[in-house]
């Protein structure tokens, strides 16, 4: 009875270990917070008169000195993903608890890689000013 004991307070320790922490709410800087970086830069910084419409339609801020940055911890993380459940609408159940998060201007955009808002529609990013009120979603 022991050894089952002590097994059990092992796996436990052991999953606890490589289980995501209830704080990390933001996605870390991987290839998918790399794409988000890069897809921000691409309407942060308009190559031509297209992109800062696209940019203004969507309503992304001009970045400011510190130009598009990811966010990975903190309160921000908190707080964007709150506001990104808050919105989405359609299938809630693939909403994973974890977004990633880039900040240009006095904007946020927010994506949970694993949220679908139905089988077979594609990522859905969501932008917030920096009082985590909606601006707008794309697809």
Known sequence: MRSQCTFGLLLTAL????AP??????GPKDLYGDHLVRMINRYAYPEDVAWAAARD???????????VVQITKG??????????QKTAAGNRATLSGQVYVVQSGNTYIV???KYR?????SDTYMVFDSNWIFKKGFQ
């Open 15 to 18: 999953l606890a270990a490589h």
């Open 21 to 26: 922490s209830a704080a990390a709410q933001c």
């Open 57 to 67: 339609s969507l309503r992304i801020g001009v970045p400011s000195s510190t130009g």
């Open 75 to 84: 309160g921000a993380c908190k707080s964007a993903n709150a506001a990104y």
């Open 111 to 113: 994506w949970d890689p």
């Open 117 to 121: 808002y139905a089988t077979g529609s």
